[in-house]
Each structure stands twice: as C-alpha cells, then as structure tokens.
C-alpha cells in the first residue's frame, strides 16, 4: 500500500540549479526542506561555481519543466531581460557538421546566464513557507544509522540521530583495488578497467559480490565488492538509514535532523565517497575521458548583429574538433564561449581566442566574425576545463541507504559543448517528483532508476558523439556505429527538409525521446534526403 503520509524534514547539499528544483519538488512533501550552501549567496555568479560564467543552454525541455514546477517563471525571466527566441527561425544550428534549415516549430527557446536563471528561481522558491537557505555553511556529510527491521525496504521507524547503539562506524575509503579476471562479479569488457573499494556487509552472512556493471568501450567502471561482516548464522539483515546532515563553518559544526539527504553538489558529489566511509557500498562509475575545454566572453554587439538572429550553435566534429555558441542574453549581452575537444582548448587572449573562433565559423555565415571583431573584446577571455564526462550508476546499488539521493551532475556529468546539464537536472527533478508520489516505499531504489531512465538519453547522445572522436579513447560497438551512421543521414535530410529539422531539433532538445528519429516519416525523409550526394 502506498505510503502518502507527508515527511518531515528533507535537506539539500547544493543551491545550484539541481539543488534548487529538487528542493521545489520535495516541498510539497516533506513538512521543511532546508537547502545547504557553501558560498554566501547574491546575485550573480557563485564563487564556488566558476562554470556559472560560461554559455549554458536552456533546452526546451528543461524550460517546460522550469515552467511547470513555477508557474509564470517564463515570463518573469523575459520581462527581466531574458531572450525568448524560436529554435529554426531565429536560431543558427549547424550540427554534425550539417547547418539545419529554417522551419517553424511550436517550442521556444530561451536564452540567458546561467546565474540569471538560478538567482529567480531561487527567488521563487524561498518565497514557499516549507524552505529555508543556510548558506556560508560547508556540507560535512550525513549521519547513519542502521535499521535493524529485517527488510531493506522497510517504512517502520527508524532509529533517531541521538541513539548511539545503532550508529553505523565510519571509517577512511579504502585503497581502490583492481578486480581479476577471475571474478566474473567485476570482469568488464576489454578496453575498459575495473577498480573499486571493499564495502562492509551489515548482517550478511558468507561472500556477497557487486553486480557486473557493463559500459561501453572507452569507458571505465569503479565499483565496490561486499565483504562478509564474519557472522555466522542467522543473522537480521541492518540496512543504513540516513537520520541527519551535517554541516559546519568556521569550526563549529551542526547536525540536522533529516529523513532525507540530497547531493546536489555538482561534479564534485560527494555520496559515493560518504558510502566507502561508512562500509557500504558504492556505485560503479562509467567515464569517459573527452579533455575539454573552453572559454567565454561578454559581448556588447548591436541588436540585429546577425540579421535578427539570437543564437549561433556550432558543434565540433571529428573533422574539426571545435565548436562555439553564441546568443544573446540578459542586459544587452552577448555571450560567446568556444572551446574544443581532445587537448584542442582555447587560448585567453582576446586576439588569439577570435582567431581560434574563426577556424570554426562557416563560410556561409559571413556576418559572424566582422560583428565579433567590430566588438570590444574584454582583457582577459575567461577558461575552464572539463576532463571527462561520468556518470555515478547509483541505480545499480543492491541495497541503497535509506535518506541519501543524488540529483544532477552528481549522477551524471557530461561534455559541456552539448549543453546538456540544466535540463538534465530538470528531468532528474520531474523523476524525483513522480517517485514521491508513488510513496515513501523503497524512494531511493525506485528514485534512482528513474533519474537513469530519464537522463539516460543524454548520456547515449553524448557518448555516441564523443566516441566518434579518434582523441578519445574507446571504440564505439557496431549498434553505436550504425545508429551514428543513420543519425547523420538525418541530419543531413535536415539541411534540406523543415519536417525532418524540426523532428531532430525536438530530440536534441529532449522534447522527444531519441526513438522519435525511428518514425516511419523520418525513415523516408532520411532515406530521400540523407545521402551525402545529395
């Protein structure tokens, strides 16, 4: 029977935008919901956030949700300076190498800073009655207990913070060790490795080993391998329980009470390493390495710079590993961030860094480089670094910590070029939301693969791009190279066919599921106008 009950006290490490919409859903459940924050918040970018002053896409999906979870926030965000912009008319996109023809389709995209958005959302969120902001407070990590209920999924009451008897022990991460090939638990695919920790087994008796976790060439996976506990028989399975949060500044700290803790820490999520410290488990890992980077600018370019366009989208290519976007933003800004895959990285100097955009810009837009060198570049061009995209397979625990989840690039981390990351997160939101309001019963377990199933798309799309590079390591199987094969048709019948650009544009803007490329429609337009000869 479902669990409908409201929940008492949720707590987010994290006021980045995951951090934020999370807290959104998880206030209408849960009684307070009190979001942790390392830097000192006001408007503009956070310091702890460096990627905040880069170009970040909004895709139409991600601003769907936004929508949906504050409503009005659309026109809130325009009203102050936000751009409003239709995709294939006002919008340049040349991707796979193929520049996609204008059509007319109903979703709108929206252009701003990604501190824009946060600093309105968080506005709106602090004004509901059940959230609170402590920020200027460091994330030290949760505080387990062990629930001794004999199920893993149980919903009787767990043990309390102050009860220490059931307090599980804590101890340093183990040294990653590497899996054998003996172990057919750990054995991965060639070209990939293995590694992970000894996770302590709470009440299990005899070897108990992690689930075999397959990625696809040129990634790797770090997992863990449960240890017997060294009890013999029958035994009451303990399954850890998440009763707080901790937290401190300046040498004091906190615990607060909590049925559940959110990482929403970004890259650096840390609930991976806070389960190798207290014994348990962690999720294998699949990464690839891609070594971006890339760097941006603020632009001031008159309002029909490009002919009433708002947006130029550039993608990289293996032909020519760079890519740039451009747009139009809040203040009478233009951002421009270009960057390049594979060690092909920017220079910060403002005439070298448009040198390095001119290598990327197409002849048939031969408005772009006199508007950006008619402009007064800034002294110094602003970089950042991207090594790999990972993805933290927390859907594959056997047996999760009550009370602990992770939102975000926390779970999956991918190249930056794509411009992926903010409607990930939104989806992420919307599979939390949907979970809650199936009950409390086994939320992490069922939380978990639901984020996966939703960002799973955006995984597949990066990895089968960034594995066409010949810099990144790995070889993409044959499924993979036959589904790139036939997504480059379609982007070329996109260069020639509205229809078909509209069907692409709705996939790479997370509206539609990558399947939707399968419709017989798209099937014939491919077909008809995807040969290179054409």
Known sequence: ??????????????????????????????????????????????????????????LPRGQQIIEELFPGLTGELVAAGAVPYRPLEEARMVLGGQRMCRAEMP??????????????????????????????????????????TGSPTSTTHHPTVTDPTTTLPTRPAASPTTATPADPATTTPPGTSASGTSAQSFGRTGPATSPTATTPPGTSTSGTTAQSSGRTGPTTRVNAVVTGARIGRQGEERTLPADLLVDAMGRAGRAATWLTEAGLERPPVEEVEVNV?????YLTLPQDALGGDFLVLIGCTPANPRGMALFRVEGERWILSAGGMCGDHPPTDPAA??????????????????????????????????PKAVRRRFDRLRRPPRGLIAVGD???????LYGQGMSAAALQAI????????????????YFRAAMRATDPVWQLALQADLAFPGVPGEPPLLSRMIGRYVARVQRAATRDPSCAIAFARVVGLVDPPSALMRPAV???AAKHGSPSD
């Open 353 to 386: 860094f448009l040198d390095y955009v001119a290598t990327i810009v197409p002849p048939s837009m031969p408005d772009v480089l006199p508007a950006l060198r008619a402009a007064r570049l800034p002294d110094e061009i602003l970089p950042a670094r991207f």
């Open 523 to 525: 099937l014939r337009l």
């Open 410 to 416: 926390a779970t999956c981390s991918v190249d930056p």
């Open 293 to 297: 980077g890339y760097g941006t600018c």
């Open 1 to 58: 029977m479902r669990d409908l009950v409201r929940m008492e006290h949720a707590v987010v490490f994290g006021a980045g935008l995951a951090g934020l919409l999370t807290a959104r859903v998880l206030a209408d459940r849960y009684e307070r919901v009190t979001i942790v924050e390392r830097d000192r918040l006001t408007e503009g970018p956070r310091r702890g956030v460096p990627q905040g002053r880069h170009a970040h896409a909004l």
């Open 107 to 148: 979703d709108r995209g929206l252009a701003l800073t990604r501190p824009f958005l946060e600093d309105h959302v968080r506005r709106r969120l602090l004004a509901l009655p059940a959230v609170e902001l402590l920020d200027g407070w460091d994330a030290i990590g949760p505080l387990f207990t062990a629930d001794r």
């Open 431 to 446: 599979a939390l939301r949907d979970t809650l309001a199936q009950g409390r019963d086994d939320l992490e377990r069922r």
